[in-house]
């Protein structure tokens, strides 16, 4: 089946914009999972979701960025009035959570979208 | 503070040889997984292994193998015949199964095949 998808790939804005960018995870997994990862730099988790629980937001690095998840399913990640160094790579990973004994805890990565802020 | 430290900022290795990449991490947990990520230029990362904490046997997979010393809470790759296609950034990460429901990964390794 198709692997988790992620739009636009490349994203250029200017700063004090907003831009959103879209995250579907594979069908069938409950969990979602947005990072980002710096030039040269690990990953570092912005939030998830599970079903139909309150997101675990504690990884927002400001009030400026904010994400939501339609239907269990598609997710999209807004940043609102952008600055430079929200340039990142912005990943999403979703997993089969909640399946006892499943490999609920391997996350299944898209291609990113790198978001360039001038 | 959950962390994981990947010492080796670069690696090289001769086409065919073998290369092992190193990964230590610190969590007071006992319950946890821990993976190997690879990320080509492509950006998209790709499992390359697994482990779980309660498995005292290396995972296996292929060319690629594990040294997982839970005591010591280290967690090394190893790659065997290395591939020019083996080329890439390799990040090491793990997840709490009763925790913050996130990996927690290493700043990377960046692994060059010579040929």
């Known amino acids: 089946g198709a692997g988790v998808s992620q739009s636009p790939s490349n994203k250029v804005t200017e700063k004090g914009k907003d831009v959103e960018l879209r995250c579907d995870p594979i069908s069938g997994h409950t969990a979602l999972y947005w990072y980002r990862q710096s030039l040269g730099q690990g990953l570092e988790f912005l939030i998830y979701f599970q079903g139909n629980s309150a997101p675990d937001k504690s990884g927002l690095p400001s009030d400026r960025f904010s994400a939501e998840r339609t239907g269990g399913s598609v997710s999209t990640l807004t940043i609102q009035r952008t600055q430079q160094e929200d340039s990142a790579v912005y990943l999403c990973?979703?997993?089969?959570?909640?399946?006892?004994?499943?490999?609920?805890?391997?996350?299944?990565f898209g291609p990113g979208t790198r978001l360039l802020v001038l | 503070a959950q962390t994981v430290t990947q010492s080796q900022p670069e690696m090289s290795v001769q086409e065919a040889e073998t290369v092992t990449l190193s990964c230590t991490y610190d969590?007071?947990?006992?319950?946890?997984?821990l993976f190997w990520y690879k990320q080509p230029p492509s950006r998209q990362m790709i499992l390359v292994i697994r482990q779980e904490a309660y498995k005292q046997q290396n995972a296996t997979e292929n060319r690629f193998s594990v040294n997982f010393q839970k005591a010591a809470k280290s967690f090394s790759l190893k790659i065997s015949d290395s591939q020019l296609g083996d080329a890439a950034m390799y990040f090491c990460a793990y997840f709490i199964i009763q925790g913050a429901q996130k990996l927690v990964f290493g700043q990377g390794t960046r692994l060059t095949i010579n040929p």
């Open positions: 969590t007071s947990e006992s319950d946890y997984y």
């Open positions: 990973a979703s997993s089969l959570a909640g399946a006892l004994g499943g490999s609920q805890e391997t996350q299944y």
